[in-house]
Nanobody, 124 residues
């Protein structure tokens, strides 16, 4: 079992930045691909970013490419999502997830563990 707890969400003005963090506990964190997903009101949850187990590979949704950066610290069992140039369209609950698959993982059903989510609200 892996437990994931997100933090760092909040209210920010358009153009601002936030850094989300996800702390993992349980089985060896470094063996998991990690991902961030988000769900806006009235919409389905969607992929945002993913990092392979050793951070050697990352992948982003087109909507956040160039603005968001995923990083991980295996020694501290944490993964971060740095979000810059935020827009109201980025408003959503952001979820951290862990997958036992190798490489970058963009498909939700391939993730084995999920956090409870953290709210990000971007005002115009």
């Amino acid at each position: 079992q892996v437990q994931l707890v997100e933090s760092g969400g909040g209210l920010v003005q358009a153009g601002g930045s936030l850094r989300l963090s996800c702390a993992a506990s349980g089985r060896t964190f470094s063996r998991y691909a990690m991902g961030w997903f988000r769900q806006a009101p009235g919409k389905e949850r969607e992929f945002v970013a993913t990092s392979s187990w050793n951070s050697g590979r990352t992948y982003y949704a087109d909507s956040v490419k160039g603005r968001f950066t995923i990083s991980r610290d295996n020694a501290k069992s944490t993964v971060h999502l740095q979000m810059n140039s935020l827009t109201p369209e980025d408003t959503a609950v952001y979820y951290c997830a862990a997958s036992q698959k190798i490489g970058v993982v963009t498909t939700q059903r391939l993730y084995d563990y999920w956090g409870q989510g953290t709210q990000v609200t971007v005002s115009s």
